[in-house]
């Protein structure tokens, strides 16, 4: 659900990055004292999970198309709201400026969509109220299966909104908003089960870490190394071979934009901002699309392009990108809480 800055104009992509930095700002602020030397490891390692499981798209049955974890939930259970936004917004950092992953005039909207409705809609009004304080692991799986369709239908929505409101891209209402629900309910299903299984898995080897979560309190002496290793081990299998793996379906976005209009993404204009952001993100992002540049490696390039019907995509490129992704995540997100940890110590 990542949106391409053809889908916005410069006017809703200021009001959202405005908004965005409001939230990011008042997380940062709320999260100070929550973080110490276990938690924020724990905020990058989480980050460059999230990173890697995203390179993994899986198949909607029936469809044509494909969906990836949005991932907000499991760090808001793991973190806390304010934690996970931030961490989420380093992910998306990464993916936009490295990777063009989603546009650079669309980043606010895309960490909106995809952190907000997710750390503080989903996790505290629908999956804290009905998971309670020690959940079964059927109250779990409900619980967050309920919440992940719920902020990913929110998403979903919001995108159809931001694109109506920017009225750039000529897409009807009614049929964008008609196909991106739908296809966002069946991934969002996925999503459910997905996150509930990464849950329990924490839940199982340390609890405490989900009650400091919802308390909005520092881990202290509560042993992570296990999860900290397991997640690291998962998030770097993840992105140097199992994302060889994903599903060559367009996304639901993609998906819906292809059945509305005819072709699978729309043409980015060349014009005004647009066209300077473009070149920005261009000469920036050095593994454009999780793989080398085609001017880089040309014979590589051109075999990948043969074997694009091949499953599984076995490439080196994308292995590279996918490490390197999620280790400048960690980086970005340890660094962040990191920062923010010694800019209170300063102030107190």
Known sequence: MHMADALISPAVSGVMWVTTAGIISYSAKKVRTELDESKIPLMGVLGAFIFAAQMINFTIPGTGSSGHLGGALILSVLLGPYAAFLTMASILIVQALFFADGGLLALGCNIFNMGFFACFIGYPLIYKRLAGEQPSQARLFGS?????????QLGALGVVLETLASGISELPFSTFLLLMQPIHLAIGVVEGLITAAVVWFVWKEAPAILKTAAARQPLGAIPVKRVL??????????????????????????WSIAKTTGEEELAATDDGIHGVIAQWQEKIAFLPDYNFKKSEQPAAAEANEAETSAWPAVDSGTSVAGIIGSIFTLLLAYGVGKGLQSLTTQQS
Not at 144 to 152: F, K, V
Not at 230 to 251: E, M
């Open 144 to 152: 967050l299966s309920l919440a992940a369709i719920i902020s990913l």
């Open 229 to 254: 290793a397991g997640l690291l081990a998962v998030a770097l299998i993840t992105a140097g071979g199992l994302s060889w793996f994903a599903s060559a379906n367009p996304d639901g976005l993609e």
